[in-house]
């Protein structure tokens, strides 16, 4: 599961507000309620489902052959999940009528019979699924849990397909089918899907058979002979354009809008190349049939890795002109697929081990970036992580945990974040052959069934010859991180370096094996050492003093860091230190001091190898330095032209257009026209800063096409400063038409802008309501509400102070009026 939101904004924004709301909370009650694996009493061992939609009603009639045996002490009763469903008939697979007793939850069903341990017995159902009448709250990683969605089934929403899809994860699946809805419960499956013929389907496994029907619908069967867990079953129903790929023999399938067949393989292309790699270095071959990818309509998260059936959220589909500026959605396809191994072939036994799928999908993330586009980009996707869970303020949770208010719960920047960083320590403590030999043994070990933490540990033991009890007791069953303060002090007499490392996080200190560079020149000695105290002092030996002593040299460590180098420190790093946390960090410290040799560093850094740190560099210049600007000038007009990377490009010219200088002129209208929607965007905001008349002229004609992104908002802001209420034509279709991401909260401050500028009563409301839907579409723990209040107070703002100058002060009042009854809690 990659986490609708979290992913994108609310670690960098939310996630804050989203600890202290649960720091807050008060019920404290689960804090004493252990959550226990789930007991075994009966195993599921095959399902096998017929249904049918009513697209009218948004129910699924379902009938269920499902086959169970007891996992060890004898039985005459099993329990299902059920969730909101009508139960018809229960009978042994024979015929047999059974005794039950239903709940609105749970099924209780008398088998008639005591079965020992190990037989197989099957129960018949016949039932109706109604998710639209059951209610219950999501998560941070999905937003709602009925589990069987219904997308304008009856087409009464214009410009929306009618889709059907399900989401299994955490325990939704038995909404729609009846099952032990848990987590270390496995299953093979077969699913018969009767749908309007115009439909194609999705289902895990392959498909068996697909048959026409004479009242114009067709049944197609899905089967999976491979067993997985319920929370994994999956079904999609639409009409999707279907791209066939393949990896060897395998079936690689994408499943998209027809408007974006011409770029499924540009969003999904890498898939082949993904299962390559990761099957190479876990050496443990991809073990499904099939990759199926599916991109849903309101989907409810970021995107599930069912098994060979794998659903993205609308937000996947980028257009060609996107692409350009990179595919956004790559880690997440990297991180579905590896769920395969990690969380679909072995999968946490219970929530409370969560960390067993998600922490290697996300750290899936940065091998596949490390691979495919170098160390660099790797290193960039692990500190962006780390920041996201630092941010949280989630550092009193262990990464394993057996007390949490909700299940839901645990998925959060601990299990993603901490979980994915966590496994790059112990990827570097262990060395990499050691490292994927133990994920090769955990998955040989428990193929096909479920495991928990101790099992990944016990792996790496038997590989490594070492006792990790001290790293899994620290890392995965204790909370927080290191916070460091580095000192250096230097005996010339002695030749010896003292490296003075205070721990100053709460509670005990953390043993940190490190790596520790030492430079003289362009020569660089490592040592090894051990922080196990709440302050450690390091001696090293020198013949000169040192230009540099790198401590974490191999910049792994999860932690807050406070290194008390100097500029000429700083220098070296960024010379001499290969890594891209060592360029960024002598970026952050040069960016702020006001000395000639830091202004070279940023420079040089704003011509950086790596596209990334480029564009960082050129975030932290501080303009408001003549001396800096100045100096810069001629490199930012050389990377805005010629920079090959269209996000640097972009960053360069947004730059470059604080110079109000009219000999970038041509350039800005040259690059007005750049495929990149980033640079079209910066290069409008330049050509606006020269010459506004010519600007605005470009802003109209370029809002009669598409745009998305950064386009989008140049256009809104110009035709806002110019007064022309058409911005917000041009800003709310795009706005409305948005799934929930970053891109879309990225339109929220232009769309509030021009609200507060607009007279017509009609739009305001209309505008209004888009940014209130936003709100409501987002859990309420992310804290979205405040900021939004904010933005609807700033417009109550404006309104009052136009009111107050106005010929027809009614008008204002009545959008005043409206604005203040969609405050949160009005």
């Given at each position: 599961?990659?986490?609708?939101?979290?992913?994108?904004?609310?670690?960098?924004?939310?996630?804050?507000?989203?600890?202290?709301?649960?720091?807050?909370?008060?019920?404290?009650?689960?804090?004493?309620?252990?959550r226990?694996?789930?007991?075994?009493?009966?195993?599921?061992?095959?399902?096998?489902?017929?249904?049918?939609?009513?697209?009218?009603?948004?129910?699924?009639?379902?009938?269920?052959?499902?086959?169970?045996?007891?996992?060890?002490?004898?039985?005459?009763?099993?329990?299902?999940?059920?969730?909101?469903?009508?139960?018809?008939?229960?009978?042994l697979?024979?015929?047999?009528?059974?005794?039950?007793?239903?709940?609105?939850?749970?099924?209780?069903?008398?088998?008639?019979?005591?079965?020992?341990?190990?037989?197989?017995?099957?129960v018949?159902?016949?039932?109706?699924?109604?998710?639209n009448?059951?209610?219950?709250?999501?998560?941070?990683?999905?937003?709602?849990?009925?589990?069987?969605?219904?997308?304008?089934?009856?087409?009464?929403?214009?410009?929306?397909p009618?889709?059907?899809?399900?989401?299994g994860?955490?325990?939704?699946?038995?909404?729609?089918?009846?099952?032990?809805?848990?987590?270390?419960?496995?299953?093979?499956?077969?699913?018969?899907?009767?749908?309007?013929?115009?439909?194609?389907?999705?289902?895990?496994?392959?498909?068996?058979?697909?048959?026409?029907?004479?009242?114009?619908?067709?049944?197609?069967?899905?089967?999976?002979?491979?067993?997985?867990?319920?929370?994994?079953?999956?079904?999609?129903?639409?009409?999707?354009?279907?791209?066939?790929?393949?990896y060897?023999?395998?079936?690689?399938n994408?499943?998209?809008?027809?408007?974006?067949?011409?770029?499924?393989?540009?969003?999904?292309?890498?898939?082949?190349?993904?299962?390559?790699?990761?099957?190479?270095?876990?050496?443990?071959?991809?073990?499904?049939?099939?990759?199926?990818?599916?991109?849903?309509?309101?989907y409810?998260?970021?995107?599930?890795?069912?098994?060979?059936?794998?659903?993205?959220?609308?937000?996947?589909?980028?257009?060609?002109?996107?692409?350009?500026?990179?595919?956004?959605?790559?880690?997440t396809?990297?991180?579905?697929?590896?769920?395969?191994?990690?969380?679909?072939?072995?999968?946490?036994?219970?929530?409370?081990?969560?960390?067993?799928?998600?922490?290697?999908?996300?750290?899936?993330?940065?091998?596949?970036?490390?691979?495919?586009?170098?160390?660099?980009?790797?290193?960039?996707?692990n500190?962006?992580?780390?920041?996201?869970?630092?941010?949280?303020?989630?550092?009193?949770?262990?990464?394993?945990?057996?007390?949490?208010?909700?299940?839901?719960?645990?998925?959060?920047?601990?299990?993603?974040?901490?979980g994915?960083?966590i496994?790059?320590?112990?990827?570097?403590?262990?060395?990499?052959?050691?490292?994927?030999?133990?994920?090769?043994?955990?998955l040989?070990?428990?193929?096909?069934k479920s495991?928990?933490?101790?099992?990944?540990?016990m792996?790496?033991?038997?590989?490594?010859?070492?006792?990790?009890?001290?790293?899994?007791?620290?890392?995965?069953?204790?909370?927080?991180?290191?916070?460091?303060?580095?000192?250096?002090?230097?005996?010339?007499?002695?030749?010896?370096?003292?490296?003075?490392?205070?721990?100053?996080?709460?509670?005990a200190?953390?043993?940190?094996?490190?790596?520790?560079?030492?430079?003289?020149?362009?020569?660089?000695?490592?040592?090894?050492?051990?922080?196990?105290?709440?302050?450690?002092?390091?001696?090293?030996?020198?013949?000169?003093?040192?230009?540099?002593?790198?401590?974490?040299?191999d910049?792994?460590?999860?932690?807050?860091?406070?290194?008390?180098?100097?500029l000429e420190?700083?220098?070296?790093?960024?010379?001499?230190?290969?890594?891209?946390?060592d360029?960024?960090?002598?970026?952050?410290?040069?960016?702020?001091?006001?000395?000639?040799?830091g202004?070279?560093?940023?420079?040089?850094?704003i011509?950086?190898?790596?596209?990334?740190?480029?564009?960082?560099?050129?975030?932290?210049?501080?303009?408001q330095?003549?001396?800096?600007?100045?100096a810069?000038?001629?490199?930012?007009?050389?990377?805005?032209?010629?920079?090959?990377?269209?996000s640097?490009?972009?960053?360069?010219?947004?730059?470059?257009?604080?110079?109000?200088?009219?000999?970038?002129?041509?350039?800005?209208?040259?690059?007005?026209?750049?495929?990149?929607?980033?640079?079209?965007?910066?290069?409008?905001?330049?050509?606006?800063?020269?010459?506004?008349?010519?600007?605005?002229?470009?802003?109209?004609?370029?809002?009669?096409?598409?745009?998305k992104?950064k386009?989008?908002?140049?256009?809104t802001?110009?035709?806002?400063?110019?007064?022309?209420?058409?911005?917000?034509?041009?800003?709310?279709?795009?706005?409305?038409?948005?799934?929930?991401?970053?891109?879309?909260?990225?339109?929220?401050?232009?769309?509030?802008?021009?609200?507060?500028?607009?007279?017509?009563?009609?739009?305001?409301?209309?505008?209004v309501?888009?940014?209130?839907?936003f709100?409501?579409?987002?859990?309420?723990?992310?804290?979205?509400?405040?900021?939004?209040?904010?933005?609807?107070?700033?417009?109550?703002?404006?309104?009052?102070?136009?009111?107050?100058?106005?010929?027809?002060?009614?008008?204002?009042?009545?959008?005043?009026?409206y604005?203040?009854?969609?405050?949160?809690?009005?």
């Open positions: 599961m990659k986490k609708l939101f979290c992913a994108l904004l609310a670690l960098a924004f939310f996630l804050p507000l989203a600890a202290q709301t649960e720091a807050s909370a008060q019920d404290t009650s689960w804090k004493h309620l252990y226990e694996t789930p007991e075994k009493i009966n195993d599921l061992v095959h399902t096998k489902l017929e249904v049918r939609f009513d697209y009218d009603k948004a129910y699924l009639y379902g009938k269920a052959w499902i086959t169970l045996a007891p996992h060890f002490y004898p039985t005459d009763s099993l329990t299902l999940d059920a969730k909101g469903m009508q139960i018809n008939k229960v009978t697979a024979g015929g047999k009528p059974l005794h039950y007793v239903y709940d609105s939850l749970k099924l209780y069903i008398n088998l008639g019979k005591t079965y020992k341990g190990g037989e197989k017995y099957t018949f159902i016949d039932y109706v699924s109604k998710p009448e059951y209610k219950v709250k999501g998560s941070a990683a999905i937003t709602d849990a009925k589990g069987l969605y219904f997308i304008n089934p009856k087409g009464e929403e214009k410009n929306k009618t889709q059907i899809w399900t989401q994860e955490t325990e939704a699946t038995s909404v729609w089918c009846p099952t032990i809805d848990r987590p270390n419960q496995k299953s093979t499956q077969e699913i018969s899907m009767t749908v309007p013929a115009k439909y194609v389907t999705l289902s895990n496994g392959a498909l068996t058979s697909s048959k026409k029907n004479a009242d114009g619908t067709r049944t197609d069967t899905w089967k999976m002979d491979l067993p997985h867990a319920p929370y994994l079953f999956f079904m999609g129903v639409g009409d999707f354009a279907v791209i066939k790929d393949k060897k023999n395998k079936e690689v994408y499943y998209v809008e027809h408007e974006y067949a011409s770029v499924a393989r540009k969003i999904f292309g890498h898939t082949p190349e993904m299962i390559g790699f990761f099957s190479r270095i876990l050496n443990y071959e991809y073990p499904w049939n099939k990759f199926s990818q599916m991109v849903g309509r309101d409810v998260s970021g995107a599930m890795e069912n098994t060979t059936a794998t659903l993205y959220q609308e937000g996947a589909q980028q257009d060609a002109r996107e692409l350009i500026d990179g595919n956004t959605w790559e880690g396809i990297a991180h579905e697929l590896f769920h395969h191994w990690f969380g679909d072939l072995v999968t946490s036994e219970s929530w409370s081990n969560l960390t067993l799928n998600e922490s290697f999908a996300n750290y899936s993330q940065v091998m596949w970036f490390e691979y495919k586009y170098g160390k660099d980009a790797g290193d960039e996707e500190y962006s992580d780390m920041g996201g869970y630092l941010r949280s303020e989630s550092d009193h949770k262990n990464l394993v945990r057996y007390y949490y208010p909700d299940k839901e719960a645990m998925f959060d920047a601990v299990s993603y974040n901490k994915g960083r496994l790059h320590m112990l990827r570097n403590y262990v060395g990499d052959s050691a490292f994927f030999k133990s994920l090769h043994l955990y040989t070990t428990n193929k096909f495991a928990e933490a101790h099992q990944l540990r792996a790496f033991e038997e590989i490594t010859g070492k006792d990790l009890n001290w790293f899994w007791n620290q890392w995965y069953f204790g909370a927080g991180h290191p916070v460091l303060d580095i000192n250096y002090v230097y005996n010339d007499e002695k030749h010896e370096v003292e490296v003075i490392v205070n721990q100053k996080q709460e509670g200190p953390f043993i940190l094996p490190i790596a520790v560079d030492i430079y003289e020149g362009g020569k660089k000695e490592r040592k090894q050492a051990w922080l196990r105290n709440r302050a450690d002092t390091l001696r090293f030996s020198y013949t000169r003093r040192p230009d540099l002593v790198n401590v974490d040299a910049k792994v460590l999860l932690a807050e860091k406070t290194d008390h180098k100097t420190n700083y220098l070296h790093q960024y010379k001499y230190a290969a890594n891209y946390l360029r960024r960090e002598a970026i952050d410290f040069a960016a702020h001091q006001n000395d000639p040799k202004l070279e560093l940023m420079k040089t850094a011509k950086d190898k790596y596209h990334g740190l480029r564009t960082y560099a050129i975030s932290q210049l501080n303009m330095d003549e001396t800096v600007r100045n810069v000038e001629p490199i930012l007009a050389d990377n805005a032209a010629k920079d090959p990377k269209s640097a490009r972009s960053a360069a010219l947004s730059l470059l257009a604080t110079y109000r200088d009219p000999k970038y002129k041509s350039l800005f209208e040259k690059y007005i026209h750049d495929s990149s929607y980033s640079v079209s965007g910066s290069a409008l905001e330049g050509l606006f800063a020269i010459d506004s008349s010519a600007a605005l002229g470009y802003a109209k004609k370029l809002s009669a096409y598409p745009a992104g386009l989008v908002e140049s256009i802001g110009i035709l806002i400063s110019s007064g022309d209420e058409t911005g917000f034509d041009v800003i709310s279709n795009v706005f409305d038409d948005m799934p929930p991401s970053q891109a879309k909260f990225n339109l929220l401050m232009p769309l509030t802008e021009i609200l507060g500028k607009m007279r017509d009563t009609q739009k305001v409301k209309t505008g309501d888009m940014i209130v839907s709100r409501e579409s987002i859990p309420e723990h992310y804290g979205l509400s405040p900021f939004i209040d904010n933005l609807l107070q700033r417009i109550i703002s404006q309104k009052e102070a136009a009111r107050q100058t106005s010929m027809a002060p009614a008008v204002f009042q009545e959008q005043i009026d604005l203040r009854s969609k405050l949160s809690g009005k």
